[in-house]
């Protein structure tokens, strides 16, 4: 079936430090992909999404390319803020059939100290 | 405007007890879902709702677990006999559907309600 891997956790970075979150998938045919982040104490929110290869998702000055051929989507910022710490969920929804749900990574914590 | 809401957001159980978990979409979202989140598990899908009707109850861990939707908003998930092991944060999720299934839809979440069972 179709599932997620992204790195164990947890990060630690200083501010302003480069963020490189690791997320592959398996999947057939060509899934959409999804980075979802939960602030502390907050819900899920979508960060950035991409539906089809060499897409680039961004916001907020993080980004990820859709990688195909290395069925690849990982995460990155070139500047971490301090604000960035939480929870990073890599996700996605198939496509055709079951297109709704969303299977996700088990999360990467990430911690930005000043 | 108003989020996906959730209550309780926290609830304690004793095992064997039922327990009922309530959601509110956002309004005018017509399709709504219910994850799970336990440590070590992840996020699990449990059942996706498209206005009252629910086309997949396919993550529903047991028959213990049960869901229902009326007028095409409040969710309620009902865990019967709740067990140990369903300690974990049900989060709910909404969004808009143009079409079932609802494909390039955002799902929007909740702050989830976070469930021990004792």
């Known amino acids: 079936g179709d599932s997620v891997t992204q790195m164990e956790g947890p990060v630690t970075l200083s501010e302003e430090a480069f963020l490189t979150i690791n997320c592959t998938y398996t999947?057939?045919?060509?899934?959409?992909l999804f980075w979802y982040v939960q602030y502390p104490g907050e819900g899920l929110q979508l960060l950035l999404k991409a539906t089809k290869a060499d897409d680039k998702g961004s916001n907020k000055g993080f980004e990820a390319t859709y990688r195909k051929e290395t069925t690849s989507f990982h995460l990155e910022k070139g500047s971490v803020q301090v604000s960035d710490s939480a929870v990073y969920f890599c996700a996605l929804r198939k496509s055709g059939g079951s297109n709704y749900k969303l299977t996700f990574g088990k999360g990467t914590l990430l911690t930005v100290n000043p | 405007g108003a989020g996906v809401s959730q209550s309780p957001s926290n609830k304690v159980t004793e095992k064997g007890k039922d327990v009922e978990l309530r959601c509110d979409p956002i309004?005018?979202?017509?399709?709504l879902y219910w994850y799970r989140q336990s440590l070590g598990q992840g996020l699990e899908f449990l059942i996706y709702f498209q206005g009252n009707s629910a086309p997949d109850k396919s993550g529903l861990p047991s028959d213990r677990f049960s869901a229902e939707r009326t007028g095409g908003s409040v969710s309620t998930l009902t865990i019967q006999r709740t067990q140990q092991e369903d300690s974990a944060v049900y989060l709910c999720?909404?969004?808009?559907?143009?079409?079932?299934?609802?494909?390039?839809?955002?799902?929007?979440f909740g702050p989830g309600t976070r469930l021990l069972v004792l």
């Open positions: 309004s005018g979202h017509t399709a």
């Open positions: 999720a909404s969004s808009l559907a143009r079409g079932s299934p609802p494909a390039g839809e955002t799902q929007y």
């Open positions: 999947a057939t045919g060509y899934p959409s």
